[in-house]
């Protein structure tokens, strides 16, 4: 039976999670932020915040990931620490809603993105005359959806062909997008001009709200949506060389270098422009590099966002499909999925389940509405992973560790902590979103107990 290589070396990892994690959040966040605390400096301690919190989770799971090193991530963790109905459910959820979704939602940014340079890709082409859109209406199809789909199904076949060519893509294309973003931080904090000044018309500007417990909260929520990904490198594990070494490395390492460049953007962005223009603006990036370099500018910044997000497109499929096929190998899901292609030594059948459900889901339309729902239950279950360091720990004491979690036991508290807050705050302002994708997850046992009859 042909086995899964372990292909990817320590730069391929440290790309996964630089890679994945940096997608458009870099420049759409900060203007969600902002209008939640008000001033640049409380967006740039929000980063901090959130920065440290994700790092604590990478502390964390590098533990776990060099004790487990297999295939699927959270699913092995929840399984060995809880059993195997959470790692199920993480599984399922992966799978149907908060992957696949979270694909599509940025292979749909990418069209998105590329229309400013190709309006009609905004057109639509046909519409589905029966009540599935949006509050019932038809559903239109645009030309982009389907180069969204044309998208992710060319990255499909890229990883379908090895995991190392999947894996020498995202650090090329990785290397770029921070080339690309260090060229932006370096032209807005070189600019020798005062924030919200500037020569031509008045750029637009919103008023902005003074800082409250319920606002820094809320600006907590989205950065710490735009960290996340950093834990997606644990999913390709079994793939991975030396991995009780490279894993925690890529980890602590990646979310580090996540930090960093975060704030030297934001610092950027808020040295060159006021926070009521950025907060006016959802293309903070396109509206500072408008203000130096002129109109240009903007469509340059365009195409770095296409870079940023294609790299994040290969890395979620490159370590999403291993979720599936862990829990195919284990008997609890599609046995196709378990399928190791023989000559290729990758799990195709996932590869291509995943980027195919994915691509249904850019031409629904509901992506943004499932992963909503979703953020919730998925935060629940990435708090159990990290307090699976603890409870493992106790559990099983003679488990190999080749690495130990540093700051242990207040590195995971103060993640499980973060991720407690982040729930009572999701539930308290969005209880419809939060007990929708309870229930949206809760649909899947039926299908656990059904393969886990089979498997008996």
Known sequence: M????????????????????????????????????????????????????????????????????????????????????????????????????????????????????????????????????????????????????????????????????????????TAVKIGAILVIIVAGLSWHGSAGVTGQAAAPQVPLVPITVAGFFAALVAALWAYDGWNNVSMVASEIKRPQRYLPLALIGGTAAVMVLYLLANSAYFHVLSAAEVGANKRVAAAMMERIVGPWGAGAVSIAVMISIFAALNGSILSGARVPYAMARDRLFFHSFAHVHPRFATPSVSILGLSAWSAVLVFSGRYDQLYNYVIFASWLLYGMTTAAVIVLRRTKPQMPRPYHTLGYPVVPILFVAAAVVLEVFTLRNSPREAVSGIVLIMLGLPFYFYWKSKKA
């Open 2 to 173: 042909t086995e899964l290589k372990r292909d990817l070396g320590l730069w391929a990892a440290v790309a996964i999670v630089i890679g994945t994690v940096i997608g458009s959040g870099l420049f759409r966040v900060p203007q969600t932020m902002v209008l939640n605390v008000g001033t640049g400096g409380w967006v740039l301690l929000v980063f901090v915040v959130g920065g440290i919190l994700s790092l604590c989770g990478a502390l964390s799971y590098a533990e776990l990931a060099a004790a487990m090193p297999g295939a699927g991530g959270e699913y092995v963790y929840l399984t060995e620490a809880y059993g195997p109905v959470w790692g199920f459910l993480y599984g399922w959820t992966q799978m149907w809603v908060a992957k696949s979704g979270s694909v599509a939602t940025l292979a749909t940014a990418f069209f998105e993105y590329l229309a400013n340079f190709r309006p009609e890709l905004e057109q639509i082409f046909y519409t589905i005359p029966l009540p599935i859109g949006e509050h019932g209406a038809p559903l239109p199809l645009k030309y982009g959806q389907l180069l969204a789909m044309a998208l992710i199904l060319f990255l499909a076949l890229i990883n379908y062909f090895g995991v190392k060519a999947g894996g020498d893509v995202q650090v090329v294309l």
